[in-house]
């Protein structure tokens, strides 16, 4: 874990931090980066140099080349799991002290696994840009769970409904590529939820899956659910179905709804993102959060979790979804699809 200072990781007040990727959800990062304090953005790269000099910085289309002449003191990888590892490893080799890298890390655990001992042997932190515990809604949550409102906690359940999924042209406005993953349901999107259970609840001690497709036009599944058993006997459940929607104006907001359940009372979180509280027996509930126009994606969640490294950064504060504990992670998430492939629950995960 992170318990430096910015002298101690030899780099100034400000930070000076470079991006690699410009795609679609890279807009995001990068609308970020901008909004935060304490950083100066000096350089973007892809393998379009179009995309990059759309970004407005100082475009590149060789990685190397931006790590010579930028010089970051972070590098934030916003590119698909395959540019992941050598990324890394050309990283470190050039002094980068600090890593942003999207979900999913790496293509496997075992290379994953292959980055973290490799940035740990060099001193180099990396987190993973894993930002849904970074929603407003879930921060909320956790501070009810924290303070007992709901007594002994017992079921949590968590419905995706993104509506984005039917027909042949499926995904195809906005991330095509889904359409040809083999894996999509849990590798690209429950995996959220993997991460915001561990965030909420802890660790869990089993899983069990049911994995589905319904629409032809894709590879991968898109339909299923998961549960995690806790020693406590809480039970988590993850219900996903992309080709249903729920009521909310923008279904990317939250992507779904929340339900929290204990012997006090129940949580509940809404497509706009609200959180309410009601007590056991009664009717009414209390707002915790209203909902907003939060700029950026889900809740700004891009911009609290790159302020988090910021803060860690440059105050020392702890770091979440640092690469060794985010391996757990990945290790679920392989014993979700060998649950589903069994027909079992799944009592040990693969040692992260």
Known sequence: MNDGSAKDLGVSDT?????????YFAQFHYDAWRRVERVRLVGSCDQDPSKAKATGLTAFSDLECMLKMAKPDLLDIITPPPTHF???????????KTIICQKPFCTSLEEARKATKLAEEAGVIIVIHE????????????????????????Q???????????GPKAYLDRQPYFQEMPRLLIHETGVHWIDTFRYLIGEPEAV???LRRLNPAIKGEDAGYFIFDYSNGVRALFDGNR???????NCRTTLGEALLEGTRGT??????????????????????????DWPGFGGDCVKNLISHVVDGLLDGKPLENEARSYLKVIAIEQAIYESDRKGQKIREFDCA
């Open 131 to 154: 930002n849904f515990r970074f929603q407003p809604w879930y921060r909320t949550i956790r501070q009810a769970l924290e303070r007992q409102l709901l007594g002994d906690l017992l």
């Open 243 to 249: 080709l249903l929607d729920h009521a909310a104006e």
């Open 208 to 210: 069990y899956a049911d």
């Open 156 to 166: 949590v359940t968590f419905r995706l409904r993104t509506g984005d999924g039917q």
């Open 86 to 96: 050598s990324a890394i490893e050309l990283a470190i080799r050039k002094g980068v």
């Open 15 to 23: 930070l000076r931090v470079a991006c690699l990727g410009a795609g």
């Open 267 to 292: 949580l509940t979180l809404k497509g706009d993102g609200s959180v309410r509280l009601r007590h056991f027996g009664d009717k009414d509930e209390t707002l915790l959060l209203a909902a907003q």
